[in-house]
């Protein structure tokens, strides 16, 4: 069964600086999403990648997958408060419906 | 073009009652699933529906919940004689799931957050 785990789960970190949130899943996934979530809001669709080595960025975020790693990482440069939010990264397996969700983590930045 | 709908947005209820929680997908969309988020905590898959159809429940308790999405309306979670542990958010989300499309990401409503007393 596929389980999907994020670390850290708690991120506190100054303006400005780079961190990177990691994603590991178990089994073999042919997608793997990330998301984000503010309090109290619904789940906003950031990057869906789907191949081995993929990289998408947007703005000071960018995300990677390693499908022989089976690890994912999101990748934040110079941050600044607006990107405090909850992270998901999910993933799914071919020929089942199922997106499973990792735990998220919880990004604070201060300014 | 409507997001996913949900309602209603907070719903209280007693201990024993029962809950019915609405989800109106993407026009479009024949997909639903269903997850709950308790708080501090990921969102746990429930249930996947296409339009009359229950294609996987393996998410959801067996006893006290049931699931639905009819050929016209919305899908319906439905939660009978609540307890306090069933007090959570539970988001719907929708997928077009189309030939050429099927790794388009979920779009998500903006949940009904379930209080028991």
């Known amino acids: 069964e596929l389980k999907v785990e994020q670390n850290p789960l708690f991120l506190s970190m100054q303006e400005g600086k780079n961190y990177t949130i990691y994603c590991n899943y178990s089994?073999?996934?042919?997608?793997l999403y990330w998301y984000r979530q503010d309090p109290g809001k619904s789940l906003e669709s950031l990057f869906v990648l789907l191949s081995n080595g993929a990289v998408k960025q947007e703005g000071r975020l960018m995300a990677s997958l390693d499908t022989k790693a089976r690890l994912s990482t999101l990748h934040i440069t110079a941050a600044v408060h607006d990107l405090s939010a909850t992270y998901f990264c999910?993933?799914?397996?071919?020929?089942?419906?199922?997106?499973?969700f990792g735990t998220g983590t919880r990004l604070k930045v201060l300014a | 073009n409507a997001g996913v709908m949900q309602n209603p947005r907070h719903l209280v209820r007693r201990r024993g009652q029962e809950a019915r929680l609405r989800c109106s997908p993407v026009k479009g969309h024949s997909h639903v699933y269903w997850y709950r988020q308790l708080p501090e905590e990921g969102l746990k898959f429930m249930v996947y529906l296409q339009k009359e159809n229950i294609i996987d429940e393996s998410g959801m308790p067996k006893e006290r919940f049931s699931a639905e999405f009819p050929k016209e309306g919305p899908s319906i979670l439905r939660i009978q004689q609540v307890v306090r542990g069933d007090s959570a958010a539970y988001f719907c989300?929708?997928?077009?799931?189309?030939?050429?499309?099927?790794?388009?990401?979920?779009?998500f409503g903006n949940g009904t957050r379930l209080t028991v007393t």
């Open positions: 999910a993933a799914g397996t071919s020929g089942t419906y199922k997106y499973i």
């Open positions: 989300a929708s997928s077009p799931r189309i030939t050429g499309d099927e790794h388009s990401p979920l779009h």
């Open positions: 089994t073999t996934s042919d997608r």
